[in-house]
């Protein structure tokens, strides 16, 4: 059975830093692993994601250069870091498993197979 587990999340002030984790149990092969993010009155949008087993990130323009996706070797576990957070990244995180990793980078929802429960992240200013 699939399952994404997430973790982290919280509040923290403008400028500030988090770090979210996500655990894939199920899958076989290696796969891309990433997060969306929804804030309220929004749509979901792309945040970050990765090929598991080392593989290319993908990052949405919007966080460039303050997230950094990473993984844990040999297992199905992905870390998002970010720093210089501002108000505009308070939203619900949620971990996303997609198809296929040739759709990896695509931040189209209709490429996820599999969601994570979602974990709240709040930056005050």
């Known amino acids: 059975q699939v399952q994404l587990v997430e973790s982290g999340g919280g509040s923290v002030q403008a400028g500030g830093s988090l770090r979210l984790s996500c655990a894939a149990s199920?899958?076989?092969?290696?796969?891309?692993m990433g997060w969306f993010r929804q804030a309220p009155g929004k749509e979901r949008e792309g945040v970050a994601a990765?090929?598991?087993?080392?593989?290319?990130?993908y990052y949405a323009d919007s966080v460039k250069g303050r997230f950094t996706i990473s993984q844990e070797n040999g297992k199905n576990t992905v870390y998002l870091q970010m720093n210089s957070l501002k108000p505009e990244d308070t939203a619900m995180y949620y971990c996303?498993?997609?198809?296929?990793?040739?759709?990896?980078?695509?931040?189209?929802?209709?490429?996820?197979?599999?969601w994570g429960q979602g974990t709240q992240v709040t930056v005050s200013s």
């Open positions: 996303a498993a997609w198809i296929s990793v040739f759709s990896c980078g695509s931040w189209s929802e209709g490429g996820v197979k599999d």
């Open positions: 199920g899958y076989k092969y290696n796969t891309c």
């Open positions: 990765a090929i598991t087993g080392g593989g290319r990130s």
